[in-house]
């Protein structure tokens, strides 16, 4: 009996898992330096060819592209008219925006919370109006250019206040004084968006740094609410070096769903693909020290470690999770332009996109590669049986209806754990059309067996070694099939339950 009430949770659980989201799930990129970028020369690259980085996010799968908004910034970019025109750009193709308010003339985090120079020296009441007449102007803007954003947060990174001193949080008087004037000055800026949004469809987001702290996140979401801000989406950063293990990371976003009962975003991470230097600029990221164990400073390690990001964002309880940003993919480092984020973009040191790339892509069966001849049209991934098992199942997937002018595709077949570590990959190789069955057994260290059901052509080698040490729970096993450029074009994960 014991053994099937585990069942019974598990699967409800993994119904409540699969649940439809409220809406399509955000696959988001932060690209603010964009424009100062491209007036400076700079270019990025997909498979050797020249794109604009638009189109390169958004033909590899994204949806969703974040602009930061400053009040009036010394050198003229993420200025209200800069930022204006690069949403005319992101709507013209179809994505959807998110605008992200820093209420002031720079950096917005938690060590910068400066109110704009124009702001200065406003008393209280008025500096409550000008955040609420600031943020409607702002958005009425954008209405009349038909560019209203799908999502807006008011402030950045906001766990110690805004608009410091009057809102500070910490340090700067009475605790329950600065709590409330710091929560009159978010509810002015919802109101400026609401008021000249006029539509519930935008959506307020209240954005802290805090992604694996869960006792810092409902100190701050539990005083925030106590004071009845309304707002929307929890969004929250992650940058591991920062915040904490993607274990704290998942734990804190199931911890909030289920108390807040909001659905949440991971509206900044990001990961290095090198720990090297193009440019004199130090890098924020330069240490092992600063890596995560098992994701290695790699176009792999950086991959993995992004879809681990969306792994645990998607499986968030109560079907919470609502997508993730990339902070900054296209900073990359330019002759007259130095960057401190140049190993944590998404394109290398020749501006060439790197393999983490390919996460945005959420759909099955769609191509994001311009020559359609070099992928397969149709590829499927079936259940693995038995499920649940013990110790070993079968995993079978089919490639089919590939052009003839390419008979070959590169395959890989992974196994992650709940935590999005992988625990072993059973096919990295190039396959031809077919039907193929994997062995995977947990009590085996050897080379798992794979059996080719009916192939259009010979047999190729084994897959790799499978590590042991095994522990009962949920595993997901993820399909990728990449053309002969290495770039993924089709992507497809399932579940499945081991039980010992």
């Given amino acids: 009996m014991k053994y099937i009430r585990v069942i019974i949770l598990l699967i409800a659980s993994s119904k409540l898992i699969a649940q439809t989201p409220s809406q399509e799930f955000i696959r988001g990129a932060d690209i603010s330096f964009t ?67 820093h209420y002031s003339d720079t950096w917005a985090d938690p060590s910068n919370q400066t109110k704009p120079y124009a702001w200065r020296n406003l008393p209280f009441e008025n500096l409550k109006d000008s955040v609420y007449e600031y943020t409607k102007r702002v958005i009425t803007l ?12 008011i402030g950045n990174e906001v766990a110690g206040g805004m608009l410091w001193p009057d809102g500070k ?25 609401r008021d000249a949004a006029d539509t519930s469809s935008v959506k307020i987001m209240i954005h802290i740094e805090k992604g694996g702290d869960y006792s810092g996140s409902v100190y701050f979401f539990d005083r925030l609410t106590a004071r009845n801000v309304e707002f929307d989406i929890i969004g929250l950063s992650y940058y591991p070096w920062y915040h904490g293990s993607l274990s704290q990371l998942q734990s804190n976003l199931n911890s909030l769903a289920v108390r807040y009962q909001k659905e949440i975003v991971v509206v900044e991470t990001a990961y290095p693909w090198t720990l090297d230097f193009k440019d004199n600029t130090n890098n924020i990221v330069g240490l092992d020290s600063q890596l995560l164990p098992g994701y290695p400073a ?23 999770g609502l997508g993730f940003f990339y902070w900054e993919p296209g900073y990359i480092s330019l002759s007259n332009f130095g960057s401190s984020w140049e190993n944590c973009a998404l ?15 959420d759909s099955t069966g769609t191509s994001v590669d311009d020559d359609i ?21 079968t995993i079978e997937y089919s490639i089919t209806n590939v052009e003839t002018t390419r008979r070959v595709v590169f395959t890989t077949l992974k196994v992650f754990d709940i935590l999005g570590r992988e625990v072993a990959t059973l096919v990295n190789e190039y396959q031809q059309p077919g039907k193929y069955s994997v062995v995977f057994n947990v009590e085996t260290r050897h080379q798992p067996r794979r059996d080719r059901v009916s192939t259009g052509g010979e047999s190729l080698p084994s897959g790799v070694s499978a590590k042991g040490g ?15 450029s290495l770039r993924s074009v089709f992507y497809k994960t399932k579940k499945m339950l081991l039980i010992k």
């Fill in 470 to 484: 095994y522990a009962s729970g949920v595993y997901f096993y993820t399909l990728m099939i990449r053309d002969t």
């Fill in 298 to 320: 790699t176009e792999e390690g950086q991959k993995n470690f992004l879809t681990q990001i969306k792994n645990i964002v998607k499986q968030t309880t109560n079907n919470k």
């Fill in 35 to 101: 424009q100062q970028i491209e007036f400076r020369g700079g270019k990025y690259k997909l498979n050797g060819v020249e794109k604009e980085i638009l189109d390169i996010l958004q033909e590899n799968g994204a949806n969703y592209i974040r602009l930061r908004l400053w009040h009036t910034p010394s050198n003229g970019y993420n200025s209200l008219s800069k930022t204006l025109q690069f949403a005319q750009r992101i709507k013209s193709k179809g994505l959807k925006f998110l605008l992200d308010f």
């Fill in 373 to 393: 001849s070099q992928v397969p049209t149709e590829f499927y991934l079936y259940q693995n049986y038995p499920n649940p098992f013990n110790p070993s199942t």
């Fill in 169 to 193: 949080l910490y340090g700067a008087g009475n605790e329950t004084v600065q709590w409330d004037k710091f929560s009159e000055l978010v509810k002015e800026g919802v109101r400026g968006v």
């Fill in 142 to 153: 954008m209405k009349n250019q038909n560019t209203l954003p799908d999502i807006v947060q």
């Fill in 347 to 361: 394109f290398d040191f020749s501006n060439e996109a790197t393999d983490a790339i390919m996460v945005f892509n």
